[in-house]
């Protein structure tokens, strides 16, 4: 029913940047908070930075002043500017949003994650 399909990862020196992109696709209602979440080899996954759909935004400390959370809900679609990278933000990065989708049955709210893109920091 809903898609989050994630792009923008890869290989970067340190100091560099990179931005990741996330749209959602679908029977899609309306969207709430959208997120962007980051798990390292033998490490849980956590919390990068949250957005709400007013624009409020969050991060985890790590990040303060490098990184950007912003969205476009016109497009479904959330972003993360990544600066200043170091080697420690090397992970696989996951785009999460909170969704009402429209099924034949009436309305229903999930939370739907994408297929996660990974983000290298080396020289």
């Known amino acids: 029913q809903v898609q989050l399909v994630e792009s923008g990862g890869g290989l970067v020196q340190p100091g560099g940047s990179l931005r990741l992109s996330c749209r959602a696709s679908?029977?899609?209602?309306?969207?709430?908070?959208m997120g962007w979440y980051c798990q390292a080899p033998g490490k849980q996954r956590e919390v990068v930075a949250t957005?709400?759909?007013?624009?409020?935004?969050n991060y985890t400390d790590s990040v303060k002043g490098r990184f950007t959370i912003s969205r476009d809900n016109a497009k479904n679609t959330v972003y993360l500017q990544m600066n200043s990278l170091k080697p420690e933000d090397t992970a696989v990065y996951y785009c999460?949003?909170?969704?009402?989708?429209?099924?034949?049955?009436?309305?229903?709210?999930?939370?739907?994650w994408g297929q996660g893109t990974q983000v290298t920091v080396s020289s």
């Open positions: 679908g029977s899609i209602f309306s969207i709430y908070d």
């Open positions: 999460n949003a909170d969704i009402k989708v429209s099924t034949a049955w009436g309305r229903r709210r999930s939370d739907y």
């Open positions: 957005i709400t759909n007013g624009g409020s935004t």
